[in-house]
């Protein structure tokens, strides 16, 4: 594991080569939100999901494989953000799953807190005291991507074919619940990652939730089959 000015270092670097990609990818997750809140289903799942594949593929690139050479493990990690964009890119067009806005209730107030939490990475680096090239901004960084495309994630629960969003949510809470606790938060102080594990802890949640969902809907399917007067006497 580096030690802590060098691990920050390795981000420091990475902010300067790329400047100023970081503030065209903020934009485009804020062009994602503006896009989910404001336009058909269709067109703005299709935005999100070729944003995610596009953002997920630069950092697996060019933070992994090009610029983050010195960090542990760097081939792997490389690995799942590449996989993670394949991911993406696939339900472009296949469309297994769908986001959508849940209407109203305590859903809908948290899912709204955690987008302002994501978008607000750089403002809590501001009150950390940190200086511009130790921001770590949703679009270039893994982490606050994570989150971003969780509360999204957590927005669904495709009812029929689930391999390729339980796959994709194995692998975004994968890196989203562990790494805050066993590193960024004690090794190296990135309480940014805090947001991260509040979404990945979220998003877990209503993965659970909505699995039990539907697990009872189908049970509820099947005796309403079963009993079915109507059924039975088309089978005699």
């Known amino acids: 594991m580096l030690p802590t000015n060098e691990w920050w270092a390795v981000l420091q670097n990475y902010n300067l080569t790329i400047f100023p990609t970081q503030i065209v990818f903020y934009l485009l997750a804020v062009a994602m939100l503006v896009v989910f809140f404001t336009q058909q289903e269709t067109i703005a799942n299709r935005v ?24 542990p493990t760097y081939k792997q990690q490389a690995f799942l953000f590449i996989a993670l964009s394949v991911l993406f890119a696939i339900d472009f067009f296949t469309n297994t799953y769908r986001f959508s806005m849940p209407r109203a209730g305590w859903r809908k ?4 807190a955690g987008f302002g ?22 679009g270039t960084f ?24 339980l796959v994709t949510m194995g692998l975004l809470l994968l890196w989203a619940i562990p790494f805050p606790i066993m590193i960024q ?8 990652d805090g947001i991260m ?5 979220y998003s877990l949640g209503m993965l659970i939730k909505n699995w039990k969902l539907i697990g009872k809907q189908n049970r509820f399917n099947a005796d309403s089959a079963n009993t079915n007067p109507f059924r039975s006497e088309s089978k005699q």
Not at 149 to 156: C, E, G, H, K, V
Not at 197 to 201: D, I, N, P, R, Y
């Open 185 to 192: 938060l004690p090794k190296y102080g990135v309480y940014e």
């Open 142 to 165: 893994p982490c606050p991507n994570v989150a971003l495309a969780l509360i999204f994630m957590a927005t669904t629960f495709p009812a029929k074919h689930r391999w390729l969003y």
């Open 117 to 138: 939490l994501v978008m607000a990475y750089p403002l809590l680096a501001i009150i950390l005291g940190r200086s511009a090239s130790q921001f770590i901004i949703p």
């Open 109 to 112: 107030k948290l899912t709204l």
């Open 197 to 201: 594990l509040l979404m990945g802890l």
């Open 48 to 71: 999100i999901k070729g944003g995610f594949a596009l953002a997920f593929g630069w950092i697996g690139v060019g933070f992994f494989l090009l610029l983050g050479q010195e960090l």
